[in-house]
């Protein structure tokens, strides 16, 4: 059996952020290989510092030498003409979805890591194309539309004990 990982970075960060722990993204493979082969993404949209460095790249590089692929892109910085604040837009959804229903001819499962109400129509299409669609967030971050779209949902923190890194357990970057 064969199982997509799709991680909305962003959403998924401030669904665990609102619990408490941190995820320890060797461990949320190691979950779900258990029903066969596991393949990952994590999507993420990169703000670029004015030193030219970007706010995630130690994760991106942990998650790049941990058996996920990365797929990113540049935010946008513009300025809203109604209110004159500086807003940054890094939206993943189109890209998630795209990719979505493209590896849905080959995998058996898809498990999404996002509660954004905008993927129920992705869920239902995936599913009328016979893939099983697990949802993973928490239940004051979950659509209950996509929720309900889903085959299976799983909240966050019933994975805690499985997939929380231990803080005395430094993370490694593994090379092979």
Known sequence: MK???LVDGANNHGAIKSLGYVIDYREV??????GGEVLAWYYTALLTEPD?????QELIDWLSYNGYTVVSKASKVYTDPLSGLTRVKGNMDIEIAVHA???SEYVDNIILFTGD???RSLVIAIRLRGVR???VSTRTFCSDDLRRAADKYIDLMELKPFIERKYNAKPTISRG
């Open 3 to 5: 199982t997509a990982i």
């Open 29 to 34: 493979l190691k979950y779900f290989k258990k």
């Open 52 to 56: 030219g460095t970007n706010n995630l």
């Open 101 to 103: 229903m493209q590896l």
């Open 117 to 119: 109400g905008d993927f």
């Open 133 to 135: 669609v697990t949802v």
